[in-house]
């Protein structure tokens, strides 16, 4: 979940209105305090907000909350939270995996290189995934086919581990390859038609499979381009352009500045998706 803020303050009611209006929506629970919502940035005041507003507005849902110490990893229990999404590791990964799950458990997270992730080998995926309290991965390569193919047959593997999607740029074809989830920062909007993708891969519907893939694909075109950062700022307008959060709690206080053309391609993104 991106945090929406009105320059470096976190705008709390937009928060609020976003956290009740993903309560109506189908998903298993978000995430908090990750790469999209800022976790290492917050401070730990507004990552005890964050928290408290969606598990007061999520009661009956999973949250997990990014983590890259024990200290965040406490903290997150102290706050609620079901489980940890694991930053990703430069030293002793598997060591910091399991230290982690200490606390609570954890999902791994391989992240492309250029957002801060860590190009694990194989034999460090098979020592994190042999953690008992690792429960699976988040895979996000951004555009690396090839990379997801490989840490999808790494899980081949560990069978009781879930391999989780975090494909924005080719959500549909993650699941053609074995995801069995998706934890992805183009879920904070248009969260339906995400669900609907799910719910087709599952059940078999290769016509709404298809539709709904070719029309996500678009919309990840539209938000998750260069400058990459920019991504987080452009889910925000796209939460805007829905009437979820105001036109003005949008900003991203660590992200590039981005013209005004490129609101209005996401802004008309929403609203053809929508059938305005």
Known sequence: MPVPFRGSEIDEQAQRDYAHWMRTQIVAGVAVWAHTGRGPHLTTQQRRLVLKTWRE?????????????????????????????????????????????????????????????????????????????????????????????????????????????????????????????????????LTDLQAQLLTAARSGDDRAFMRLSAQLDAFGQATFCPPMEGYIRRMLWALAADGVIPDDACDDPWGPSLPPEERDVVRRFVHEARGC
């Open 57 to 189: 507005a999520l009661r009956h849902k999973v949250i997990i909350a990014g983590a890259n110490s024990v200290e965040m990893a406490r903290e997150a229990k102290q706050g609620g939270a079901d489980a940890l999404l694991a930053f990703p590791a430069r030293q002793n990964a598997a060591d910091y995996h399991e230290e982690l799950s200490r606390e609570l458990p954890v999902i791994a997270f391989y992240l492309y290189e250029a957002a801060g992730g860590v190009d694990y080998d194989d034999a460090t995926l098979h020592a994190i995934l042999s953690v008992p309290g690792v429960v699976g991965i988040k895979v996000a390569t951004l555009d690396s086919v090839v990379t997801f193919q490989r840490i999808a047959r790494v899980l081949r593997d560990h069978p009781d581990k879930l391999l989780i999607t975090g494909e924005d740029r080719f959500l549909g074809y993650s699941l053609m390859m074995g995801a069995r989830a998706a934890l992805i920062g183009m879920g904070s909007a």
